[in-house]
């Protein structure tokens, strides 16, 4: 259903690449399932309920107050170059949970066959059997984590892989040690948002020399209307530790903004490495621009010595997205890596990049990012390399590269680049292209339809990233560009 | 909230009357409502202006100078070009050449036509992007300027080279120069800053230029000031159809010395070429913000820069290319490659592309990097020094830029300055080398 | 094979083509020649469905369809292949990636049984053996980084791996040394077929040593002024095109 033509590009000079046309959201049905949601409005109260909702120990609830107490006195930022209506706190609710979770279920058994059709409406099977093989999963609807799989396979091998509402009653001394290290409650805005009200999310740990035995990973879904969603994910790598995490996320399609301002720490202790990959893929409004989620996220890492940090994201959902996953390069020979490819159609907005930051010696860092902007939609990359005083033998390199479907959309690269130390070395280059009437007539020539034609030029200049994700989502990731531009290109 | 700056130069302010007041209000209003700019306001994130905020200036030059002191400073040697010399913002006759008198007007005597003209150009420049306080604070305060005007298909047979000496301790001097080439023109422009050493005043300058159709002007704006003047400056330019301009900045370092340049491709096929150097030592500060809009379609720009920095010294650049809707089939470049020489210097660089047509090719590339090691591993097996092989390439480094200026006596002239702060001294001169 | 009637077109508002009849029968081999701007890259993108090419007049039979209807793919199943004379680079798509793709569309639409990727592959590796490039060349981006050379012998790949019914050449020759010369002819010989035909574009009489053309034509502003076998073709390299354009046409 839905080839919607717009009007306006039949008045364009070039109509090969100007028919917009905009298939559904696949993802965006709703579930009618019966919810816990607090009213709307944010105050200490508020806090203190969701506080109180998941028993929290009481230095928990302080840290959340203390929190919203520097929220409180925090100015929400302006962006340059994003356009949305702000949210309005009071009238977002800040906690939604299955009234089936209330007494929280025990194992997949007593979980609503209803949740359950939900996750494998979206492809992700709950019960074990059925499961991609070696992917244990942590799914997370509206406020609360509904089932986390293969964890007692997880145990064996000393993994700790559970809802962090959880991990707060089991692993206090853990959840207290590292919490709000890398993102600290008053880091930002949203952060601090965050750190006051967040309701759940993720919690890894890894011990020492321990290669986690599978992928981990988290789906995030955001189902009641007018909620936010505030997650917290911690992900902490003991020494010599490795493990791979995929997050991935989708929302129905609503007409209103959904505001979803999550906060993602991980930390990597000496010779650890983490490898964080995203498929977001958050309703992103209609193609006039409705509706819609807002994905102002924080996701930050700190990488001790001779450790290691790879962000790679694919980013083709939500109405206005805000994130720069970064690295803090703290220990000597650490190294960090983000590969992103983000797409944005009709009206949707998307800032984003990353921050390298050099504090170790001869600490190497490589960005690759990817940017796709296609129909009215605005896409910026925006990055921070810093090398500071002791950064001795430091290096980066950075790609930025920009494809443009369409003469209404916006690609814009604003890189940062701050050099305190004479060692060190940063390279940073940056081209834009287009898909070019030559390049479609030479694939049509030889029988290749327009369609597939984009979708091969788009794919061929996604490689590099695709290439670093683990590989059944990289397939997912290559689809999902394919629905998300589906008609873009006549 | 103003600063002591401000309200010092609010109150230094004259009260103007005649064709420029409308100009000078506006300036002073928004000079007056202007927030002072903090690490948080963008265009300044990394340029610090203490040099102005903490410092008390008069509010006119005093000290005198011998006309053997400035010619010292204002020549260029092996440059034959017309000469105009202004000392303090003040047009100094005697020491400038009558054909390059016969060539300019100031504001203050400019006929009916001229004043129309000029004050078109001065509105036009209040709606530049990236307009910031000082050139409000320039507006309000402008009494006089300088306009260089070539009709329609002529062009001045030598350089004409515009020499600005500070010399007076501690004030503040606003600078105002507008050159327009009508259709077909041809001018090269020397725009020469200088000021005499312990010269601690505050230059304000804005140049404007108006480059008819098919048009072409050369430019070469050298800062050369000394260590303790503060600079800030702007330059406008404005292409028109198959307008050429062609540029070389220099920013030796300063206390404060800020350069903004901003060029518009307002209609087709018009051309940008811009290069520039930047050698900051001790704790000077060098800031220059590009911006290059490309506005129409068929427009083309290419942007080098270079710099080395040295000592604790501490360099910006921001080079943005802004790729408008319509601007179709633009091609533009930029590249900014940068050295550090030692651990307390410092380099914070930003290319921006914005961009909103899909047709065009752009890149842009940025470099932090040390000496290469292999090319000074080859100048040590040859026996020479460490320290002299640092020296040799890091001047190759900017030497490549200078090699391409087409009034080659400035690269001649510039080659040994460069040199001698590196701490080198040329060991061949021009003139031995000329028929190389 | 290809009967081409009274074609004309416009390229931005301007005529180019004015007029032109060609007829084609299986098996044949017709050689264009004519003076730079005469139309004949037109001719070519015309006939594959080039966008921006308006016809205003004429048409264009092959096998009993009428082309000028079809989109540019449709006419590329159909088994009409063009050889460009500037082949444009897809950055990130290799070769291979790209061959299959292709390959299976023409095929699909031809009722042939889709090769399979150990069979496509044996034949690629062949393929591009013969028209003398490195295997490596299969895994670049389509015409990526490629000299003007291998472009033209990566064009002449993609030609034997389709199996086209008519073959528009053009220019394949211009810029080639004499052994990748002898390569091209050698591939297009080879291809020769009692039911293939072939357009061969080109300046060089040199080509048409070693692919000896069935007809020669001359076209100069927009329409065929004068055909003839062969020989026409090193009368034209003696000559030039001046007499012709003088009225003895
Ligand atoms: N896209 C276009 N826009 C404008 N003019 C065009 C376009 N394509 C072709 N032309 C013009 O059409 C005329 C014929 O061009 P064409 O490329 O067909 O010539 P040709 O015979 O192939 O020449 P050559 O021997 O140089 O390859 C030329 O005048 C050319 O400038
Ligand atoms: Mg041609």
Redesign the pocket.
């Known amino acids: 259903m839905n080839d919607v033509v717009n009007p306006a590009a039949a008045e364009l000079p070039n109509q090969e690449i100007h028919q917009q046309i905009r298939k559904e959201y696949a993802a965006g049905f709703i579930s009618e399932i019966e919810s816990d949601t607090l009213p709307p409005g944010l105050n200490e109260d508020v806090v203190r309920f969701i506080s109180a909702k998941k028993g929290e120990p009481e230095w928990m609830t302080e840290w959340r107050l203390k929190a919203y107490r520097a929220w409180l006195e925090m100015v929400e930022p302006d962006w340059a170059h994003l356009r949305y209506e702000k949210p309005d706190f009071q009238a977002l609710s800040y906690y939604s949970a299955p009234k089936s979770m209330a007494d929280g279920p025990k194992s997949l058994d007593e979980v609503d066959p209803k949740l359950l059709e939900t996750y494998d409406k979206l492809g992700i099977p709950l019960h074990e059997q059925l499961a991609l093989a070696g992917v244990a999963v942590d799914a997370v609807f509206d406020s609360v984590s509904v089932a986390t799989t293969f964890r007692d396979k997880l145990a064996e091998a000393g993994v700790i892989f559970m809802p962090i509402s959880e991990a707060v009653h089991k692993h206090p001394e853990l959840v207290k040690k590292y919490l709000g290290t890398v993102v600290p409650q008053r880091d930002n805005f949203y952060a601090a948002l965050n750190s006051a009200v967040f309701s759940d999310g993720s919690f890894v740990y890894i011990p020492k020399g321990t290669r986690c035995p599978m992928e981990l990973s988290t789906y995030f879904r955001i189902n009641e209307a007018k909620t936010g969603q505030f997650e917290r994910t911690l992900i902490i790598c003991d020494e010599g530790a490795y493990v791979s995490y995929l997050e991935g996320c989708t929302a129905p399609m609503r007409d209103e903004n959904q505001l979803h301002a999550a906060v993602v720490e991980l930390i990597a202790l000496d010779d650890a490495e983490i490898k964080y990959s995203t498929v977001q893929n958050w309703y992103p409004g209609d193609e006039e621009g409705k509706g819609g989620i807002y994905n102002f996220v924080t996701k930050r890492a700190v990488a001790h010595t001779n450790a290691k940090i790879s962000w790679t994201q694919v980013e083709t959902g939500s109405a206005v997205t805000w994130k720069y996953p970064s690295c803090i390069l703290k220990g000597d020979n650490a190294v960090g890596e983000f590969y992103s490819v983000a797409l944005t159609n009709n009206y949707q907005q998307a800032d984003t990049g990353t921050k390298m930051i050099h504090l170790g010696k001869n600490t190497r860092s490589t960005i690759i990012s990817k940017g796709i902007s296609a129909g009215k939609s605005q896409n910026a990359y925006r990055g921070l390399v810093r090398m500071n005083p002791n950064a001795e033998g430091a290096r980066n390199y950075t790609q930025c590269d920009s494809l443009l479907i369409g003469d209404q959309c916006g690609a814009h690269t604003f890189p940062y680049i701050e050099s305190r130390h004479p060692s060190a070395v940063v390279e940073h280059e940056a081209t834009t292209s287009t898909v070019s009437d030559d390049q479609l007539f030479l694939c049509r020539q030889r029988g290749i339809d327009t369609e597939k034609a984009v979708s091969m030029i788009v794919n061929g200049f996604c490689k590099e990233v695709f290439k670093e994700l683990p590989m059944e989502f990289a397939v997912e990731a290559g689809k999902l560009l394919e629905i998300s531009l589906e008609g873009s290109v006549g | 909230m103003s600063t002591v700056f401000q309200t010092q130069q609010l109150a230094a302010l004259n009260a103007s009357n005649g064709w420029l007041t409308a100009i000078n209000e506006a300036g002073k209003a928004a000079f007056a409502e202007a927030q002072w700019p903090s690490r948080k306001t963008e265009a300044w994130k990394y340029c610090s202006l203490k040099a102005l905020a903490d410092h008390a200036f008069d509010a006119a030059a005093t000290a005198s100078t011998t006309a053997e002191q400035l010619a010292e400073i204002t020549q260029i040697a092996g440059l034959d070009a017309y000469q105009l010399v202004l000392v303090n913002g003040q047009l100094q006759a005697e020491l400038s050449s009558a054909m390059a008198l016969s060539q300019v007007s100031l504001f203050s005597g400019a006929d009916a036509e001229q004043q129309t003209l000029i004050a078109d150009r001065l509105q036009q420049a209040r709606l530049q992007p990236g307009h910031h306080l000082f050139n409000d604070l320039n507006d309000a305060a402008l009494a006089d300027g300088v306009l260089v005007q070539i009709g329609k298909n002529s062009r001045l047979d030598k350089p004409l080279q515009l020499v600005s000496i500070s010399t007076g301790d501690n004030h503040v001097v606003n600078s105002r120069v507008i050159v327009v080439l009508e259709t077909g023109a041809e001018l090269t422009l020397i725009e020469q800053f200088a000021s005499l050493a312990n010269d601690s005043s505050f230059t304000n300058n804005q140049t404007e230029v108006l480059v008819g159709d098919n048009a072409r002007f050369n430019h070469y704006r050298l800062n050369l000031m000394e260590s303790d003047a503060r600079f800030i400056g702007t330059t406008l330019v404005d292409l028109q159809r198959d307008a050429n301009y062609d540029s070389f900045h220099l920013g030796l370092g300063s206390v404060l010395t800020r350069n903004d340049l901003i060029v518009n491709h307002n209609v087709g096929g018009s051309h940008a070429e811009i290069a520039g150097v930047y050698v900051p030592k001790d704790s000077q500060l060098v800031d220059f913000h590009t911006d290059i809009e490309h506005r129409v379609a068929h427009c083309t720009s290419n942007e080098v820069f270079r710099g080395i920095i040295n000592d604790q010294a501490k360099a910006v650049f921001n080079g943005r290319i802004h790729i408008h809707k319509d601007a179709q089939k633009t091609l533009a470049e930029l590249s900014n490659k940068n050295l550090l020489l030692t651990n307390k210097a410092e380099i914070n660089t930003k290319p921006e592309l914005e961009i909103y047509a899909d047709d065009v090719k752009c890149a842009h590339g940025a470099t932090v990097a040390q000496l290469d090691n292999k090319a000074r591993f080859y100048l040590q097996s040859r026996g020479i020094g460490e320290q002299e092989a640092q020296v040799m390439l890091s001047f190759g480094f900017i030497n490549e830029l200078l090699d391409g200026l087409k009034v080659e006596a400035i690269g001649d002239w510039l080659r040994p300055v460069l040199a001698h702060r590196f701490g080198r001294d040329q060991v061949f001169s021009a003139e031995q080398t000329g028929d190389l | 094979m290809i009967s081409i009637k009274n074609l004309h077109a416009k ?2 508002d ?1 005529p ?1 083509l004015k007029g032109l009849n060609l007829d084609i029968k299986p098996g044949e081999v017709h050689a264009i020649m ?1 003076p ?8 070519g993108n015309v006939l594959a469905g080039r966008d ?1 090419y308006e016809v205003t007049e004429g048409s264009v039979v092959m096998n009993g369809k009428e082309m000028l209807e079809l989109e540019a793919e449709e006419r590329a199943r159909e088994g009409l292949f063009l050889a460009f ?1 500037y082949p444009v680079e897809i950055p990130g798509v290799s070769n291979l990636e790209f061959l299959k793709a292709s390959v299976d569309a023409v095929r699909e639409h031809q009722g042939k049984p889709a090769l399979d990727s150990v069979n496509f592959l044996k034949t690629a590796r062949e393929k591009i053996k013969s028209v003398n490039l490195d295997q490596s060349f299969l895994k670049r981006g389509v015409n990526e980084g490629f000299s003007g050379g291998e472009k033209k012998r990566n064009e002449l790949m993609q030609m034997m791996m389709l199996e086209p019914q008519l073959c528009i050449l053009d ?1 394949t020759d211009s810029g080639l040394d004499i052994d990748a010369l002898q390569v091209v002819a050698n591939g297009v010989n080879a291809m020769r077929d009692p039911n293939r035909s072939f357009i061969v574009v080109t ?1 060089y009489q040199r080509l048409l040593d070693y692919i000896v053309p069935d007809y020669v034509h001359v ?1 100069a502003d927009g329409k065929i002024v004068k055909s003839g076998g062969k020989e026409l073709a090193l009368e034209l390299e003696e000559k030039g095109y001046g007499w012709l354009e003088n009225g003895e046409a």
């Open positions: 390229v931005e301007k180019i004519g730079n701007g005469a139309g004949k890259s037109t001719l921006g004379q220019e300046h076209l």
